[in-house]
């Protein structure tokens, strides 16, 4: 497909599992610009670079909203696919999210984990992802299912033109959310989610904090 696509993930020691992400996007999209956007004291960086990867190193660690910010901006395709590096996405799923747009004419295609329960995902994250969708679909006006997905597909020039705070947690709530606001065709599709490789960082409950200020500030900010 002559149009570029940019693979992006954010990553914070997981070098157990990028080998095996880095292989399986390589695998499905084979022409795809990896790039990786790399805060970690571990070998990671090192081995998404032996495996053809162009890393970007974000040292001192800064945050996932700040480094999503600069993988999102620094992409070279006209598409730019978001993936969590500890493969609970499925990367064979990308050429579907990339043709959304390019083919289908969709700016925002969000992979959607939860049209019910994954088994991957303990019950107190589930409740609380349904739960702050619920509350961003009554102001929103249209039916949102997960807005903390990490496997998106944006079309470049929309992040290029939209304006957005990086600075904090739960950036995929506004990266949702904002394209809607501001007119944007936003599709979803359903996803697999499986079981991490590594240990979770994410921090529950400022999660759920910043989540609902981006809802707020999406919705009723100017």
Known sequence: MASKLTVAMITLNEERAVEKVVRSVQAAVPDAEVLVVDSSTDATAEIAESLGAKVIKQLPPI??????????????????????CDDTYPPERIPDLR???????????????????????????????????????????????DLHSGMRAYRKTVIDGMRYDPKGAALPVELLLRPLKEGFKVHTVPIDYRYRIGE??????????????????VRFGR
Do not use: H
């Open 63 to 84: 945050g996932y909203g700040p480094a999503m910010d600069v993988a999102l901006r620094s992409g070279s395709g006209d598409v730019v696919v978001t993936l969590d």
């Open 200 to 217: 979770s960082t994410m921090r529950p409950l400022e999660s759920i904090v910043w989540t609902i200020r981006r809802i707020l500030r």
């Open 99 to 145: 043709d959304l747009v390019l083919l289908q004419g969709w700016d925002v295609v969000d992979g959607c984990r939860l049209p019910r329960k994954p088994p991957a995902m303990p019950l107190v994250n589930y409740v609380a992802n349904w739960t702050v969708a619920a509350l961003a679909s009554v102001l929103f006006g249209r039916r949102l299912r």
